[in-house]
C-alpha cells in the first residue's frame, strides 16, 4: 500500500458503546470531481497513538472502479478528523 494521507469525509456509524463503523467516504481528486467509495468490509480496526495522539485505524476494503482494493482509513480523536492514510 502507497502512502496517501489525504484528508476526506466520512458517513460512519457511532453506536453508544463508543464502536466507530465507517460505511463509506469520498476524496477530491486532483481535477476536483468527487469519487465516492462504499466500505465493503472492516477487516481491522486498531488503537495507534502517535506524537501523544490517539487515533483509531481501520483496514478496509473495497471495489474501486473494478479492483478490489485494501485501504486504511484512520480517524483522530482529537480533532474528530478522517484521513485515507494508505491505499
Same mark, same amino acid.
Given at each position: 500500500? /502507497?502512502? $496517501?494521507?489525504?484528508?476526506?469525509? $466520512? =458517513?460512519?456509524?457511532?453506536?453508544?458503546?463508543?464502536?466507530?463503523?465507517?460505511?463509506?467516504?469520498?476524496? !477530491? #481528486? @486532483?481535477? *476536483? @470531481?468527487? $469519487?465516492? $467509495? /462504499?466500505?465493503?468490509?472492516?477487516?481491522? /480496526?486498531?488503537?495507534? #497513538?502517535?506524537?501523544?495522539? #490517539?487515533?483509531?485505524?481501520? &483496514?478496509? *476494503? =473495497? &471495489?474501486?472502479?473494478?479492483? !478490489?482494493?485494501?485501504? !486504511?482509513? /484512520?480517524? *483522530?480523536?482529537?480533532?474528530? !478528523?478522517?484521513?485515507?492514510?494508505?491505499?
Amino acid at each position: 500500500m /502507497k502512502v $496517501v494521507r489525504k484528508p476526506i469525509d $466520512v =458517513s460512519a456509524i457511532f453506536y453508544q458503546e463508543g464502536v466507530i463503523v465507517p460505511i463509506k467516504f469520498r476524496i !477530491q #481528486k @486532483s481535477d *476536483e @470531481s468527487w $469519487v465516492v $467509495v /462504499k466500505v465493503d468490509r472492516v477487516i481491522a /480496526k486498531e488503537l495507534e #497513538k502517535l506524537a501523544g495522539n #490517539k487515533m483509531w485505524v481501520f &483496514t478496509c *476494503e =473495497s &471495489t474501486i472502479g473494478d479492483m !478490489q482494493r485494501l485501504y !486504511q482509513l /484512520k480517524y *483522530e480523536l482529537d480533532t474528530c !478528523q478522517w484521513m485515507l492514510f494508505k491505499i
